[in-house]
């Protein structure tokens, strides 16, 4: 059982992240493509993906990611750094800069009870090399595992999202921690998390704590295992069926001929408009983090589908929201 201890403070300074986490997902995905979780799901998913993996090329690849994140008990707080808040490159740049020192200390637990290959002694010691290495890898796997995936992802973490921002515009924080049952329970300036495999205690002395919902966590939410980190508890979402086989999953011809006009970033661009918020629009750092590109990038494909009149653009407070127009609508429904 995990028991995670809010001040008044702490549940103040409590947030959701802001979209699907693509570390998170990509690192969790391997626990449940290795574990023994029988979800209907994910079947297909993992006997798609599993297949690939054992490609002798594409298993050389990612060889040094799976052995340092194994399915079952403890694995590196440092594969997910806080930083991948901001989008997988923000992510995968604060794992290449980790101090040896965690390195180190990170992969000695590890060690502990896990047998790691000669690859990961220049990990240990934080060689550039390395590190390189093992982004790579992680880089590999995600276009494999995830990438395929990543809007039914989205779609599934966006619409719980919605439940806990209603949960939260009725009751508070407070409201929005009771809302995440059956997986934990809220009472009173305490979140446990029920069936955690090991026994512990989460003082957060004010930091607040950061709810990251996930597609791949498998039931039982995470946390990190060095309390001195900065908080962070991944749980549970409903995952809105099955993922698309890989026949399904591309972009059909409407699709194809679509990126061939406007080119693929800004047919995804288009699609995400459609998906995010209810079909509402997105922000420019939404359209970014959904697309793992530069928030510059996201508002540089926006300004030429706005000049070209398939969005609108309107300003919310600090934030630019961009909509599709029915032109827009009508050219991505082809």
């Known amino acids: 059982m995990l028991r995670i201890f809010f001040s008044r403070e702490d549940i103040a300074r409590t947030r959701l992240a802001p979209a699907a986490d693509p570390i998170w997902e990509l690192v969790l995905s391997l626990h449940l493509l290795r574990g023994a979780n029988a979800d209907p799901m994910i079947s297909g998913w993992r006997r798609r993906v599993g297949d690939r993996l054992r490609e002798r090329a594409i298993a050389e690849q990612v060889r040094l990611f799976v052995a340092v994140n194994p399915p079952r008990g403890y694995f590196p707080d440092f594969l997910t750094p806080y930083q991948s808040v901001r989008g997988l490159d923000a992510g995968l740049e604060a794992i290449r800069s980790t101090p040896a020192t965690r390195l180190r200390r990170d992969l000695t637990v590890l060690a502990g009870t896990t047998a790691l290959p000669p690859s990961a002694a220049g990990l240990a010691e934080g060689e550039s090399a390395s590190l390189r290495e093992l982004t ?199």
Not at 197 to 211: I, W
Not at 298 to 312: I, P
Request: proline share 7%; with cysteine; hydrophobic share 45%.
């Open 136 to 334: 790579g890898a992680m880089e590999r796997y995600q276009a494999i595992a995830v990438d395929p995936y990543w809007s039914h992802i989205c779609n599934a973490v966006e619409a719980d999202r919605g439940v806990r921002a209603r949960a939260m515009l009725a009751g508070g924080t407070e409201a929005l921690l009771a809302s995440l049952r059956p997986h934990l329970r809220w009472r009173s300036g305490e979140l446990t998390v029920l069936n955690y495999p090991s026994s512990r205690e989460l003082h957060l002395d004010g930091r607040g704590l950061l709810l990251v919902p996930s597609f791949f966590c498998a039931g039982t939410p995470v946390a990190l295992f060095d309390p001195e980190l900065p908080p962070v508890l991944v749980y549970p979402v409903e995952r809105l069926g099955a993922l698309p086989s890989t026949s399904s999953a591309p972009d059909p011809v409407g699709r194809e001929a679509l990126a061939a006009l406007v080119g693929r970033t800004r047919a995804l661009v288009l699609e995400a408009l459609v998906t995010g918020r209810g079909g509402e629009g997105q922000t420019t750092s939404e359209v970014a983090r959904r697309l793992q590109i530069s928030a510059a990038a996201a508002s540089q494909h926006t300004t030429v589908l706005r000049n070209a009149g398939l969005l609108v653009s309107r300003r919310e407070r600090n934030m630019v929201v961009h909509t599709l127009t029915p032109l827009g609508l009508a050219i991505l429904k082809g």
